[in-house]
């Protein structure tokens, strides 16, 4: 017996939003419009009347529905474009009509601001991409990108000149027709001496790993090692530069000091009747220091090294008051000892004195004590010593070691720099704690 077909299952039509707008618009109409024409038909008017109000009120209902039908998806349609216009990439165009005080202008209006925050984050990418690729460009290590079949898919211009070849003719290229094979399986912490179109040399490798479209990549980095001599010769420079800040502000605060004392000087009314003295001297100690200073610079810069003293007789106690009369933290006390005439060069020997009582000040102001300065024959050698009252020297093996500082923004150059003058002018720096009594005592022979 032959079984019946199976029942054909007819796909029910689903009306469009388009279509059920129409629909709903039309059902809330067509009630009113057919109570309206039965009481047009069944009432006693003229067929005239009757056909007149019949086209009337249909016009009238078909005219409505479609222009409600219009006011509906119209806006549905410019949301569509403007969406359409964002998802293609497209963020010039906006919504006319976006206002707060309707529903659907507040929707037009944060259509508008998603395509606005889309431009902004476009452009923010495309610069960021555009500082990327100047980076890239401009960095003189070597980058390069492999995929996972290792074929070169990036490579900046450092890349492009170590290999020798434009980057169209090295992308695409699998990492062991470049030469670089040993370089993708190398140790990054061992160096490696290679031999490239473009240079020759001990390299160092730096490999990490990323991902792009799902697939894992490997970023490889090559650093010419040789480029750290210039790197160190770059610190010398550096330290120099320290060294030279640092003798500079030791000798233009006390200038700048005394200059202050001049200023309030002149700003008294009356001025006080040996104001004149008074200033002379200070502008005298402002002059003599500077053109020390400037000597000293000029000479330190042109060798890059400490200059030569240019040694020449020098009143001891002389030079030793005129140092500590431009410390004006504390009142130094100088004990006066026989009178000595040295041979030295005048500039270096008071940027030394400089450092160490400028120091001795320091530790003293930490405790309220005083520094004293004062000098006595030794055989065949002059003893300067500058005592202070601080604390004494908490670690005395990294003390005249350059750069090593304990103070809060010190550059650990002063007492390095003053020993050297020492030695140069064959005698000797150095610093001990105080017997019997606290604070340290600094120790500078130097011969007559």
Known sequence: MKEPAAPVRRKLRRFSHEGRITWLIVGAVLPS??????????????????????LFVAGCGLGFVMSAREHLIRPLQTMTNLLAALREGDYSIRARGARVDD??????????????????????????????????????????????????????????????????????RKASDLGLQVVYEADQDVPLTLTFPGGT??????????????LPHELIVLTDLSRTLREEERNAWQRIVRVLGHEMNNSLAPIKSIAGSLETLLRRDPPPPDWQDDARSGLNVIATRAESLSRFMQAYARLARLPPPQKEPINLEELVRRVVGLERRLAVRVSKGYDVTIRADAAQLEQLLINIIH????????????????????????EIY???????????????????????????????????????????LTLVNRRGGAGCEALLRLPK
């Open 103 to 172: 529903a659907l202008g507040e929707v037009l209006l944060e259509i508008n601001a998603l395509g606005e925050t889309l431009r902004t984050q476009r452009l923010g990418a495309f610069e960021a991409t555009a500082l990327l690729r100047t980076i890239m460009a401009e960095i003189d290590v070597s980058v390069f990108t492999f995929d996972p079949d290792r074929r070169l898919r990036l490579v900046n211009r450092a890349g492009e000149n170590l290999l020798g070849q434009a980057i169209d003719k090295l992308l695409g």
């Open 201 to 214: 040399g001990r390299w160092g490798v730096r490999k990490s790993s990323f991902r792009e479209r799902g």
């Open 359 to 382: 120091n001795a000040v320091d530790a003293s102001l930490e405790t309220d004590g005083g520094v004293t300065v004062g000098w006595r024959e030794i055989s065949e050698c002059v």
């Open 33 to 54: 419009a057919l109570v309206a024409l039965a009481l047009l038909w069944f009432g006693d008017y003229t067929a005239k009347v009757q056909w007149t109000l019949t």
């Open 386 to 428: 500058v005592q202070d009252e601080g604390e004494g020297i908490m670690n005395p093996t990294n003390l005249f070691v350059p750069f090593f500082t304990t103070k809060p923004g010190g550059s650990g150059i002063g007492l390095t720099l003053s020993r050297q003058i020492a030695e140069a002018h064959g005698g000797s």
